[in-house]
């Protein structure tokens, strides 16, 4: 049976706004969403399209896969996952953007205000998908996208999480900043501040922070940031 938790979370006082070491032209319309192995990243954008970017040449070519409103993407080393913002799909993709299959995950909020992003856990073994706000929601799924829990969060906005260092990184475009969430007890540890318009994508690469922006088509990219 899913669990319904619902977490008042309590920020610490700590809140440091971090400061781009470079930013990089996106070809790549508005990016909703990245997700890097390597100098290999996989870029979704809110027009249902999906590009490939090499961090070392700074290069992006679109693939040759299309959907609806992709607002997350997570890239294992085998496997592409493409999450839709209205239809409330992932869409299972292989390293050559072959298709390979579809899961629905069930979710009743409005069509405009669903999944932002999706990342696994590897440490529990559950993917999980954040939904956008009314109300910001954490849900955490099995390797077959059957849904586990939800937690609901104390949240105004999210835009995308990645998994970093233990943690839940949890983008936030409305309130310009990075929660940092244990992601066994829920807790917001930190509260980081960003200076972007349009913040829509996180991920980790090569001892850097990325962060895309859809409304600039740009990407920023950050020393990590120290959260002790």
Same mark, same amino acid.
């Given at each position: 049976? *899913? ?5 008042? %979370? &309590? ?9 781009? #070491?470079?930013?990089?032209? $996106? ?6 969403? &990245?997700?890097?192995? /390597? ?6 954008? /809110? ?11 700074? @290069? ?12 997350? &993407? ?7 996952? =493409? !999450?839709?913002?209205?239809?409330? @799909?992932?869409? +299972? ?6 298709? !390979? ?16 992003? #999706?990342?696994?856990?590897?440490? !529990? +073994?559950?993917? *999980? ?9 954490? %849900?955490?799924?099995?390797? /077959? ?12 906005? $999210?835009?995308? #999480? ?7 990184? $949890? ?19 930190? +509260?980081? +501040? !960003?200076? &972007?318009?349009?913040?829509?994508? %996180?991920?980790? =690469?090569?001892?850097? $922070?990325?962060?895309?922006? /859809? ?5 920023? =990219? ?7």
């Amino acid at each position: 049976m *899913i669990k319904l938790l619902i977490f008042n %979370i &309590i920020l610490f006082s700590s809140s440091d706004l971090i400061r781009p #070491i470079k930013v990089i032209n $996106l070809n790549t319309g508005e990016p909703s969403a &990245i997700s890097c192995i /390597d100098n290999d990243c996989v870029i979704a954008s /809110d027009n249902g399209k999906v590009f490939t970017f090499d961090v070392t040449t700074n @290069k992006s070519k679109e693939m040759n896969f299309s959907g609806e409103d992709f607002e997350g &993407i997570y890239m294992s080393d085998e496997y592409i996952y =493409v !999450l839709e913002e209205r239809s409330r @799909k992932v869409e +299972k993709l292989n390293s050559k953007f072959e298709h !390979l299959n579809t899961y629905e995950i069930s979710y009743n909020g409005r069509l405009n205000r669903g999944f932002e992003g #999706i990342v696994y856990n590897p440490d !529990l +073994k559950r993917f *999980i998908v954040v939904t956008e706000t009314n109300p910001c929601m954490l %849900i955490e799924l099995n390797e /077959d996208f059957q849904v586990l829990k939800n937690k609901y969060l104390d949240i105004n906005e $999210l835009s995308d #999480i990645t998994f970093y260092g233990g943690m839940y990184w $949890l983008l936030s475009e409305e309130d310009h900043c990075i929660y940092i969430m244990d992601p066994n007890s829920y807790r917001v540890e930190k +509260k980081i +501040k !960003l200076n &972007i318009i349009g913040a829509e994508g %996180i991920c980790f =690469v090569n001892n850097l $922070l990325f962060i895309t922006s /859809d409304k600039l088509s740009k990407l920023f =990219v950050y020393d990590v940031p120290n959260i002790n």
